[in-house]
């Protein structure tokens, strides 16, 4: 395949919406939050950016030149899980684990990264749930001369130590959470000494920290719309790459914990959906946490401690403590406000997945495609084998595309636990 351009801009969808989500609101007040109100956890130019509604917002160039380091990123077709499934689908993924840090969450963390920096941060904290984007920010707070501090959920922390290795290798300091550093982290662990942890738990204790401090900000690795906005490179490539196969997709797939591979991915094909491509749109959740599935569509706060704005979204209750699955960057209470949005619309559909099945697919693909995938990204790859099938009993031929958002390669131990019998749904 000729290689395609490494895009220029990000893609903003807010410019092509018939509506906005409605806005956040201030977690004390409970009035509409302002720009101001969001100054003690992010910088400014960041700020601008979850704020905008212009189509495209340019990318720096130094940001540019860091991604020139691994993209644009692979299309490939999977040709020989094509043949296992005996399907007359034609099935392609996008591979987002060619990067040091293993997965897609590495195009936000070098943006969030070059812009604190140039407003003058001098260090970040933030969460992270199964590591990878612990990990991506890390290798970007190094890239860009940043400390870093990670409030890494507890039973990932246990499970995933080469994560944690890794985020040190880079400089980071990575914090157990719920950890007794944090008044967040402390009333939990007064309420549940052996408590697991969640994303929600880390987010405050993260939070806690950048707010007492002005040269210390937040980073946040998924559900906010500049999250989003970022991730967008991995949607233009595909349509460019799409393009010079002459393919267009009929079903688009992509697992969802926060919603930031799903939208980056499927955003720029929304627009094209919303201008009447006929394009199914998949967001794959662990059965265990299935927040679009069964969540309710309301305001919520995206972290336990209540000191994050509330969001409009689909959520399963902020003080909600997933399972200790293994594809711990889904387990989230709630969701992106722009993918609740387009899942209230019937835009896109949803899906749940039990871990066993996951795992089931994920090996599978490991066995004809030769790539570990990561146990978040084998959900996508669960589905789209569900579609595959799909098409060879109803003979039909379409084209399903999914995001293979990372690898698999740090997350060995939860396939040893896979194959010894240790899983369960």
């Not at 719309?225 to 393009?243: A, F, N, R």
């Not at 994050?308 to 594809?327: E, R, S, V």
Request: glycine share 8%.
């Amino acid at each position: 395949m000729s290689k395609v351009n490494l895009p220029k801009y990000y893609y903003n969808l807010k410019a092509d919406l018939p509506e906005l989500p409605p806005p956040p609101l201030h977690p004390f007040t409970g009035q509409p939050i302002s720009p101001a109100d969001l100054e003690s956890l992010f910088p400014k130019s960041l700020i601008e950016q979850e704020i905008s509604t212009e189509r495209f917002i340019e990318i720096p160039e130094k940001v540019r030149e860091a991604y020139a380091e691994y993209r644009p990123t692979p299309l490939k077709r999977a040709k020989k899980l094509e043949k296992y499934l005996n399907t007359p689908a034609r099935i392609y993924f996008k591979y987002e684990g060619t990067n040091a840090s293993g997965s897609h969450k590495l195009n936000t963390a070098l943006a969030q990264a070059y812009f604190n920096k140039l407003d003058g941060t001098e260090q970040l904290t933030t969460e992270t749930g199964a590591g990878q984007w612990g990990s991506a920010l890390a290798y970007a707070a190094n890239f860009f001369g940043l400390k870093l501090t990670v409030y890494m959920v507890g039973i990932s922390y246990d499970q995933k130590p080469y994560r944690r290795i890794f985020m040190e290798t880079f400089g980071a300091r990575v914090v157990k959470s719920p950890s007794p550093e944090t008044a967040a982290g402390r009333k939990v662990l007064e309420a549940d000494p052996n408590s697991p942890g969640s994303l929600g738990i880390a987010i405050s204790e993260a939070v806690e920290v950048a707010m007492s401090d002005p040269k210390t900000k937040y980073a946040l690795g998924s559900v906010l719309d500049h999250v989003l906005l970022h991730q967008t490179v991995i949607g233009q490539e595909v349509y460019e790459e799409l393009s010079l196969l002459g393919e267009k997709p009929d079903v688009l797939i992509a697992c969802v914990g926060g919603g930031s591979n799903f939208g980056g991915f499927t955003f720029p094909f929304v627009r094209e959906k919303l201008k009447g491509e006929n394009i199914e749109i998949i967001a794959v959740e662990p059965k265990a946490c299935p927040t679009l599935t069964e969540g309710e569509y309301k305001y919520d706060f995206g972290d336990v401690a209540g000191l994050t704005p509330k969001m409009p979204m689909y959520t399963l209750g902020y003080d909600f403590i997933p399972p200790g699955i293994h594809a711990g960057g889904l387990r989230y209470h709630g969701d992106s406000p722009l993918v609740s949005l387009l899942y209230k619309n019937k835009i896109i559909s949803a899906k749940a997945y039990p871990q066993l099945k996951v795992f089931e697919a994920g090996v599978t693909f490991a066995r004809t495609e030769g790539i570990i995938p990561a146990p978040e990204s084998s959900h996508a790859i669960a589905a789209a084998i569900d579609e595959a099938i799909k098409c060879r009993e109803e003979s039909v031929a379409k084209t399903i595309v999914f995001n293979l958002s990372g690898h698999g390669y740090f997350d060995l131990s939860a396939y040893e636990a896979y194959f010894a019998g240790k899983l369960k749904d």
